[in-house]
Structure formats: C-alpha cells, structure tokens
C-alpha cells in the first residue's frame, strides 16, 4: 500500500509541476490558455473560453495555496 501512495505522490507532483511550468512560463495569457486548450482537445476534452479561463483560474489558485503552504 506504501508504494501505491508513493507512486499515486509522485504523479500528482509530476502533474503539479506542469502545470506550474506552464503557467508560470513567460508567455502571454492568450498564448498559455491556448496551449492549455490544444493538450486538452488531444486528449479529446473540449472547453469554451469561459470554462477554459475558470480551469486556469482553479490552477494557479491550486498553485498558489501549495506555494503558501510550502512556504
């Protein structure tokens, strides 16, 4: 069970931190969302703009708690 709680830790680190990388990378919003849009219509997931801009939004706040609770 120990290593199932090891590996199920490590995905979601994985998936953490990309998200973190590409929201934190320096590029413009527009350009970012879109990126996000396009892995998600790959994995067959489809958002318009106002759903689009709450899952980033649900993001960085996500991030941002983490950040402050690591501080």
């Known amino acids: 069970m120990k290593a ?34 396009e892995a998600l219509r790959k994995r067959g997931i489809r958002l318009n703009r106002k759903e689009m801009d709450a899952l980033v939004s649900d993001i960085s706040e996500e991030l941002s708690n983490a950040k402050e609770d690591a501080e």
């Open 4 to 37: 199932l709680n090891f590996i199920a830790a490590f995905i979601g680190g994985i998936a953490v931190g990309a998200a973190a990388g590409i929201l934190l990378a320096p590029e413009k919003g527009a350009d970012t969302r879109e990126r996000i849009a």
